[in-house]
């Protein structure tokens, strides 16, 4: 075989394996990594943010990279995003939903202003953009969509309420939509990191809720304290992580749930155990609750 030849079956080889990756909040954080782990590994991205210039620089010039401009709380941007991205490269492969914000508080404290906004970010957000995507999915009977939550979907916490709320909601919706769509080819992945070294817990992605009430005041003020000092020093590296996500995508069945980082195992355990638990405990109750038919 010729060198040319061999170069020109590497090149085919290279455009088989290649795909087109969407990722929403690619302008900082997670999205960066993620978006800059794809491109390393040969496949083209369609980076998207509030500012397609910034989401640019922060990934790096390349040739298989296209920056779009997405809100992921407003549905007529992730449909023109989502033509963008198939007018560009004809398809999308991966669909990251990975825009997110931060609303900390307790409950009694939290504005419903923001409890809303909260959920319209980090709930709708992405069922927003996976809606405007999955007519290209179905088109295509394959693709794979990726929604990142957070250990705080699978248990939640003081201080977590509006968070965890919107993580609970796209844990269901992720694996209700799975059966769904899995007869056109196309599979959900729940990714529910730890603590990550982001930019979660910085003054750009997190809102603190004022303290007005002074039976929450200490426990506020340990806890906005606690988690400004962990800023920067979390276990977890999400370039790990984004590398991790690349092998994933490559699995003809990726997991429907991937626990991201050893804290999220031990959530995930912890919280098997507890539901276990709390079978066990009124089991006799639970069980003699049919209706006696005549």
Avoid: C
């Amino acid at each position: 075989m010729t060198e040319q030849e061999t170069t020109g079956q590497e090149t085919t080889e290279q455009n088989k394996n290649k795909k087109v990756w969407f990722i929403t909040g690619a302008g900082r954080g997670m999205g960066t990594d993620i978006a800059k782990a794809a491109l390393a590994a040969g496949h083209a991205v369609v980076a998207s943010g509030r500012n397609p210039e910034k989401v640019a620089q922060a990934v790096g010039e390349n040739e298989n990279l296209l920056a779009v401009k997405l809100d992921v709380t407003d549905p007529a941007a992730a449909e023109a995003a989502v033509r963008a991205a198939v007018e560009r490269f004809g398809r999308i492969d991966v669909l990251v939903n990975n825009a997110g914000n931060f609303y900390a508080g307790f409950f009694e404290e939290i504005t419903p202003e923001d409890f809303r906004a909260q959920i319209e970010t980090t709930m709708f957000g992405p069922m927003n953009v996976t809606r405007a995507a999955l007519p290209v999915l179905r088109a295509q009977r394959s693709g794979l969509v990726v929604t990142i939550s957070s250990t705080a979907g699978i248990a939640g916490g003081e201080f977590l309420t509006a968070y965890a709320a919107s993580k609970f909601g796209v844990e269901g919706w992720a694996e209700s939509l799975a059966p769904e769509v899995a007869p056109f080819g196309i599979r959900t992945m729940i990714v529910e990191p730890g603590f990550f070294r982001t930019e979660l817990l910085t003054p750009e992605s997190t809102r603190y809720a004022e303290s007005t009430i002074g039976d929450y005041a200490e426990r506020t003020e340990q806890t906005v304290t606690a988690w400004k000092g962990m800023n920067g020093l979390q276990g977890g590296d999400p370039a790990k992580l984004a590398d991790a996500l690349i092998q994933l995508a490559e699995l003809e069945e990726p997991p429907l749930r991937f626990a991201a980082g050893a804290d999220a195992v031990g959530v995930f355990e912890t919280r098997a155990t507890e539901l276990r638990d709390q079978a066990d405990a009124h089991r006799e109750l639970s069980s003699n609750l049919a209706h006696q038919d005549a």
